[in-house]
């Protein structure tokens, strides 16, 4: 599907720009009562002890006292420990909220002209920081606890987002849809899952398979819920169906955020108060 093409589709739309405008204020509306109900719960509830995040530097210490020989072993220290991780939590929908508002108030006209260009940069511009949060906690999850190997996971996971925006940017005028921006997205984003798998599977066989069941929950519905969003990518850019409208597809990443971002911050939250 080429660019003339698209734009007439996006014309014809059952899909008006008034009615992404409220429904963008209805999904900002449920974001906001989903993280002020969280942030107003972290300070009701007593926590289970926090999680500490360590850097793994190294030391050099002789072999003996007499000799010259050194040699290098790591040595971790805690830089900082999550204590209320209710409070991450509720900044998972707050910034959803925000952004909703945004494009729905201040950003509207600006918003509107994207969408006619089949883009929405401020989608991901979100995403950036919303999806990068969560998969940061469900790496602490696994027992990922080194701060830089947490920031790379953020970055690489920011990246993939940023690769989504330039999908878009790239396919705006384009004859022929160029997938480079998807294919390099879907590795910078797919490598974190692959340390995190790895984790995950250490943790099941040196607990002898005594994972909290919550944590199998998050991490098999984060997944799903993670490639539903590259799904609809590939949908809407294959043009199948409904989704040869991009603003079919815009509403249907509305949706996915808001279904993502609920299960998951309070299947996170109830999951951390259940006994293992």
Known sequence: MNYKERQQIIAESPISFSYLKKFNIGAGTLHLINGLAMLVL????????????????LQFQQVSPTSP????????????TISYL???????????AFAHFMIA??????????LKKGMNPYRWYEYAFSSSIMIWVLATFVGIWDFWSLAMIFVLNTMMIMFGYLMEVINQKTEKTSWSAFILGSISGGFPWVVLFAY????????????????????????????????????????VGRWRDYLYGERAYIVLSFVAKTVLVWLVFAGLFRPF
Not at 69 to 80: C, G, H, K, M
Not at 214 to 232: D, Q, R, T
């Open 42 to 57: 972290t300070f009701l509830v007593t926590w289970p002890k926090g999680t500490d995040i360590y850097t793994f530097y």
């Open 69 to 80: 020989v050194l040699i290098a072993t790591p040595n971790p220290q805690v830089l900082f």
């Open 86 to 96: 209710g409070a991450i939590l509720a900044a998972f929908p707050l910034i959803s």
């Open 105 to 114: 108030f201040p950003k509207n006209r600006t918003y509107n002209e994207n």
């Open 200 to 239: 995950f599977t250490g943790a099941i066989i040196d607990s002898g398979g005594n994972v909290p069941t919550f944590v199998y929950a998050i991490f098999i519905v984060y997944l799903v819920l993670f490639m539903s969003f590259a799904v609809n990518m590939v949908l809407q850019y294959k043009g």
